[in-house]
T-cell receptor, first 114, second 110 residues
């Protein structure tokens, strides 16, 4: 089945220790998104790729970076995680940017910062 | 005013009843509207998308859109305990990203 896969599902890192979360998709969608979701809050968009074009949300901290080496894979790098970065990180894809296209989410990675 | 607003919840309904979830949005040129279901600790799952005024039905779910009133709703007929989850409304317009509402927590009581 075509799907969005995230690894790992659970990640524990230490304060200040860099961490990388990964997302892959078999849907061949050209848009990929990274969201941060904290408890009882809506998903918050961090950035997205339209093909190789990177789009950063204005309020995304510099501590968060992303890479998309090819259509199928996208990575979220947190350079120096703080306690406030503990959250669920969601990867989503859509067939193209714009209004008519649905976003499909992966299962998420729950990040704990100790 | 927040861009997308939803019932604060939690909304409790008895099993077999109709659950009605509401969403209002502020951007008049919004074009696409989505309902996602999110179980606790899981990722959002797309339930319905709607683009035109009126009703759209899929099984026990009906989405209703009224662009003049800037209002979109989700009705769940014959509610089941397995429908207990948080329901997120998402809105966007061409060239823009999704804006999510804060979500409404639904509890279906056996």
């Amino acid at each position: 089945d075509a799907m969005v896969i995230q690894n790992p599902r659970y990640q524990v890192t230490q304060f200040g220790k860099p961490v990388t979360l990964s997302c892959s998709q078999t849907l061949n969608h050209n848009v990929m998104y990274w969201y941060q979701q904290k408890s009882s809050q809506a998903p918050k968009l961090l950035f997205h790729y339209y093909d190789k074009d990177f789009n950063n949300e204005a309020d995304t901290p510099d501590n968060f970076q992303s890479r998309r080496p090819n259509t199928s894979f996208c990575f979220l790098d947190i350079r120096s995680p703080g306690l406030g970065d503990a959250a669920m990180y969601l990867c989503a894809t859509s067939p193209t940017g714009g209004s008519a296209y649905e976003q499909y989410f992966g299962p998420g990675t729950r990040l704990t910062v100790t | 005013q927040k861009e997308v607003e939803q019932n604060s919840g939690p909304l409790s309904v008895p099993e077999g009843a109709i659950a009605s979830l509401n969403c209002t949005y502020s951007d008049r040129v919004s074009q696409s509207f989505f309902w996602y279901r999110q179980y606790s600790g899981k990722s959002p799952e797309l339930i319905m998308s709607i683009y035109s005024n009126g009703d759209k039905e899929d099984g026990r779910f009906t989405a209703q859109l009224n662009k003049a009133s800037q209002y979109v709703s989700l009705l769940i007929r014959d509610s089941q305990p397995s429908d207990s989850a948080t329901y997120l409304c998402a809105v966007n317009r061409y060239g823009q990203n999704f804006v999510f509402g804060p979500g409404t927590r639904l509890s279906v009581l056996p």
